[in-house]
């Protein structure tokens, strides 16, 4: 078999290395530099570092990513920083700690560790949020809001654990987003065994975590070049005139329209494509004159109102990172960045550490240099009722994979590696059949 694949993001690249271990041949063009897509490395002269363009995390439950890493050789405990889960605001006012035990008793069991949830009516709710969600089919055209509104809300959870949890999973606001992908998220998280809710950090960059062993497999068959036309001749595809068996577009929704926009029936095909709304997250990372050894490589930021930039999530590399220069990097993750584009950046920095002063329990060391990056469209607004399409097209032998496309889930790197695998599978039955 001789697949070609558009795009070496997350989906790509686990799209190939599905079709690379079933014997097949394969070639991946990608338009950028380096791979990786919204989850690539970069090269900060300011840091003096190469590091993620933003900081990601994953569960337990990203079962198909950590099986991914295992089949190219990569242990996940080599190269991930595994905790149970704990979500704690720096200030310590809230926490809500899962311990790692069997379900149900690990959510019996974070009512005696958490603090500040609303004591037994909110651990009600929470126990009927988890039920619902691994038990009934969430309407589609339901917003996240009024479905835990209607199992009784409690107003501590909503604040401290709903609206962070759809932010960082989601990227979008609790009355915007998508019901019953936040129920999924969190029926194969919370609400599953104690392994797929622990908290699982990148100790070294991303590529390193399995996309590089997929990189070194493909040799010269990775090309570093736009593609610019694809089109079917009768028989088979052809890729800028190469011809191929089958073909996986791998890449953003804008490029994969303009891919398929002049094949026959193209129209009628991508009018059934949903336009799109995006969102922003932003990072900024902060290189400190010393370590800051807080307790938790992670924690949730208050916001403060009187500032005009507020950061959701910090990450201290203090303790999990295995090169020594990461050990004082702090990141700051901003969540529904949008905001960023009117501030200028010493204006974010100056607002950022002024948040962090204000809720940690020891100043920050000064910062030696920062780096603030901006990915405008990191995610699409998971909405309700957004019918996303399908890794099979109308075009026989001509897939979709990324992250964009109907994997229900949003728009999360588990999420891109399960189109990958699902697109190839595809190919490859095509292929047998």
């Avoid at 026959?264 to 902060?286: F, G, V």
């Avoid at 993750?333 to 100056?350: F, G, N, Q, W």
């Amino acid at each position: 078999m001789n697949v070609a694949i558009i795009g070496a993001g997350w989906a790509g690249l686990a799209a190939a290395a599905q079709v690379l271990q079933a014997g097949g041949s394969v070639r991946v063009y990608e338009a950028a530099a380096q791979v990786g897509g919204r989850a690539r490395t970069i090269e900060s002269a300011a840091l003096g570092l190469a590091i993620d363009n933003g900081q990601h995390v994953l569960l337990g439950a990203c079962r198909r990513t950590l099986a991914l890493m295992r089949s190219l050789g990569v242990r996940p405990s080599d190269v991930l920083d595994e905790r149970p889960l704990k979500l704690a605001t720096l200030n310590g006012r809230f926490s809500f700690h899962l311990p790692p035990w069997r379900a149900p008793w690990n959510l019996a069991g974070s009512l005696l560790l958490s603090r500040g949830l609303g004591g037994w009516a909110s651990w009600q709710h929470l126990f009927r949020v988890l039920q619902d969600a691994r038990r009934s089919e969430v309407s589609a055209s339901l917003n996240a809001a009024d479905w835990l509104a209607s199992l009784q809300g409690s107003p501590a959870l909503l604040e401290h654990l709903w609206r962070p949890l759809a932010l960082a999973a989601l990227n979008t606001p609790l009355e915007h987003a998508s019901a019953r992908l936040l129920a999924r998220l969190l029926a194969e998280s919370l609400g599953a065994d104690a392994q797929a809710s622990r908290v699982l950090i990148p100790r070294t960059r991303l590529h390193a975590l399995w996309p590089a062993a997929v990189c070194t497999r493909l040799g010269t068959q990775l090309v570093y070049r736009r593609v610019h036309h694809v089109e079917h001749d009768g028989h088979g595809w052809q890729v800028d005139g190469q011809a191929f068996g089958q073909v996986i577009v791998a890449t953003p929704e804008p490029e994969a329209r303009r891919l398929l926009g002049t094949l026959d029936h193209a129209s009628a095909e991508l009018a059934k494509w949903p336009r799109y709304q995006h969102a922003a997250i932003a990072t900024l990372t902060l290189q400190l004159h010393a370590p800051w050894p807080q307790p938790n490589p992670m924690a949730m930021l208050a916001p403060d109102p009187r500032l005009a930039v507020n950061g959701h999530w910090l990450f201290n590399r203090h303790h999990i990172a295995r090169d020594p220069a990461e050990r004082c990097l702090l990141h700051v993750v901003i969540a529904r960045a949008h905001a960023l584009a009117h501030l200028d950046r010493p204006t974010v920095l100056k607002h950022i550490v002024r948040q962090i002063d204000g809720q940690a329990a020891q100043p920050l060391p000064p910062v030696r240099a920062h780096l603030l990056v901006n990915e405008k469209r990191a995610t699409f607004d998971a909405q309700p009722s957004l019918c996303r399409p399908g890794p099979r097209t109308r075009w026989p032998g001509l897939f979709l994979a990324g992250d964009w496309t109907d994997t229900g889930y949003p728009a999360t790197l588990e999420g891109a590696v399960c189109s990958g695998l699902r697109a190839a599978g595809l190919a490859l039955d095509d292929q047998r059949a």
